[in-house]
């Protein structure tokens, strides 16, 4: 088969390897789509070596269709569309006994530590099955909808973190393809009114679309006092960071509503810091979280809204590459081409 390998940061190539056979207790997808997001640029240029190994098989936002089980599993599987949930926990440790197996202290995440779907075929450990890693889809979907169940999972998380209420305002900051789901997902929980902020028009246009009823350029207005204006001087009752540059950071907060929710769901570069003023957190009692990776229910959920139509994935997998083709895909995601990049190996 072919496989997308990371050897170490900018050393990506395309190379065969043989094709996997499932043990007993494994499962093997033949890959249909994997979509790429910014992380992926991140592994690539090093920016990010958390937890990568060497010479891994990249890709975590995934779509197959099983081709193969091993003993003890049933044959029933075979030919049925699934997805994976990318965060493989050690099922021991306090994180993991809490329901929390996303900060679990010994993770491991496919496409990073584990070889993931930027291949003709991907391994699903027994390990990963047994643990309920293998989501299996209860009708075929589109793969390149299919493939958003793990950034979808990942809002999932960071919504339970800032709630939404039907009349809520919330505000995202951001407009990429996190931004974008987030909204959908507000929209889609009943809230009041959803205010998009974005420097590019055309990312704004596709807010819009997809059911933003405001969008701002905030280098172009002020983004607190357009918020407090649409909200008649209250504020937002959620603010989701969906960009990671840190001086929004204290913006965020300056958004927020008395008794406001604000999530800081982006990553940000490493060894940033932000100037906050500590006086909106304690006299307007706001609640600060973050929001990354996701829990296998958390995919599990995303795979039932993508399943019932609560994502319009067409406005935001724009372009769509053959796996021969990686390096093209890499580069339009850093040149933000478009909204996200899918690779279809079977192209």
């Known amino acids: ?204 246009r596709i807010a819009e679309q997809l059911g933003a009823d405001l969008t701002l350029d905030p280098s172009a207005v002020d983004l607190v006092e357009t918020v407090r204006d649409a909200t008649n001087g209250r504020g937002a009752d959620a603010v989701v960071v969906c960009i990671g540059v840190p001086d929004l950071a204290n913006t965020a907060l300056a958004c927020a509503a008395a008794g406001g929710r604000v999530n800081y769901f982006a990553g940000f570069p490493k060894g940033s810091t932000a100037q906050m003023d500590p006086n909106l957190i304690h006299y307007n009692e706001l609640e600060v979280t973050g929001g990354s990776n996701a829990r296998r229910r958390d995919v599990r959920r995303a795979v039932d809204l993508l399943a019932g139509g609560a994502i319009d994935h067409d406005a935001i997998v724009t372009h769509t590459f053959s796996l021969d083709r990686i390096e093209e895909a890499y580069q339009a995601v850093a040149d933000q081409l478009g909204v996200k990049m899918a690779i279809d190996p079977r192209i």
């Open 1 to 204: 088969m072919r496989a997308a390998v990371l050897h170490s940061p900018h050393n990506l190539s395309l190379e065969d390897r043989p094709d996997p056979v499932p043990g007993p207790g494994a499962v093997v997808l033949d890959i249909e789509t994997t979509t790429l997001c910014g992380t992926d640029v991140r592994l690539f240029t090093g920016a990010k070596t958390s937890g990568v190994v060497p010479d891994v098989v990249v890709g975590h936002e995934i779509a197959g269709r099983v081709s193969a089980v091993g003993d003890g599993l049933p044959q029933e599987w075979v030919g049925r569309q699934a997805t994976v949930s990318i965060v493989l926990s050690c099922g021991a440790c306090d994180h993991c006994l809490r329901d929390r197996e996303h900060l679990c202290e010994r993770l491991r995440l496919f496409g990073y530590a584990l070889d993931g779907g930027l291949a003709e075929k991907m391994l699903v450990p027994a390990e990963a099955v047994a643990r309920g890693n293998l989501i299996l889809t209860p009708q075929d979907l589109p793969p390149a909808l299919l493939a958003l169940a793990e950034p979808v999972s990942c809002c999932l998380n960071g919504l339970d973190q800032y709630r939404v209420n039907p009349g809520d305002t919330v505000v995202v900051i951001g407009a990429g393809p996190i931004g974008l789901l987030h909204t959908q997902l507000a929209r889609y929980a009943g809230v009041g009114q959803v205010i998009v902020a974005n420097r590019g028009e055309e990312r704004r």
